[in-house]
């Protein structure tokens, strides 16, 4: 009997030091990971189409913005995301960076466009003209002068360096005289037209000197038509070293064949 109440109290005492152990166990908090978020489907990080692109010009400028009749400005622009982009003034299609040498007769204002598809572009830039040219002599009453012997009596040969076809000061001060001379032509003779001839020293090939002559000629027709000589009353021609105005052998002979002509159209 005695060793089975001691059986038993053995069995007591081990059980409670089994509820004591689990009682003391450290339990573990329990951590709730959110769910990992995902983008929505109509999010996309790719770049925009280049269609989209929107048309710039970043820059548009004139240089100097005030000049004398007979000077010169330059045009400077920048443009972005447009390939079609042009100049009025008859200055047409133009790159997307660049420079143009303008010679306005008067206050005049360039606008330079540039579009991309549906959308477009536009900066405008005005060049104020102050004239400095005294104007031409009053004419004398008298019997009607036709229109070709206005031009060869009032207009008169523009000159060339040696080998080149630039338009030299001395030559823009020509050609701007000459431009008023054609201006009064066409107001009262609007079908009349002229005809450019480029023309050069005897120095050089046959060929070279024709498209040396021509490279002239087309000079002296784009600064006419900045002037505002329209453009479709002007042809060109290339005469080359065949018709010498001097024959002999010296640098001031050559400079009067280096010359630019007007002459009536046949």
Known sequence: MRNLSRTLGTAV?????????????????????????????????????????????????????????????????SVGNSTDISIDQNLGPVAANGTRQVFPS??????????????????????????????????????????????GRDAQDVYFDYDKNDIRADGRQTLTRDADVI????????????????????????????ALGDRRAIAVKEFLVQLGVPDDRLKTISFGKERPVCTDQDESCYQKNRRGHLAPAQ
């Not at 978020?37 to 005030?66: D, K, M, Q, W, Y």
């Not at 549906?118 to 229109?147: F, H, K, L, M, N």
């Open 13 to 77: 005492f081990a059980a409670a030091l089994m509820i004591s152990a689990a009682g003391c166990k450290k339990k573990v908090p329990i951590v709730n990971t959110p769910p990992p978020t995902t983008r929505p489907a109509t999010e996309s990080t790719e770049p925009p189409p280049s269609s989209s692109l929107t048309v710039r010009i970043n820059s548009f400028t004139g240089e100097p913005r005030s000049i004398e009749r007979g000077q010169s400005a330059t045009l400077r622009w």
């Open 106 to 151: 008067q206050t005049t204002t360039y606008t330079l466009t540039a579009k991309s598809g549906a959308t477009q572009d536009t900066r405008s830039v005005t060049i104020e003209v102050s004239s400095s040219v005294p104007p031409p002599p009053a004419r004398p009453t008298g019997p009607t002068v036709s229109s070709a012997d206005m031009l």
């Open 183 to 210: 201006k009064r032509i066409l107001a009262a003779d609007p079908g009349f037209s002229i005809v450019i001839e480029g023309h050069c020293d005897e120095r050089g090939s046959e060929e070279y000197n024709l």
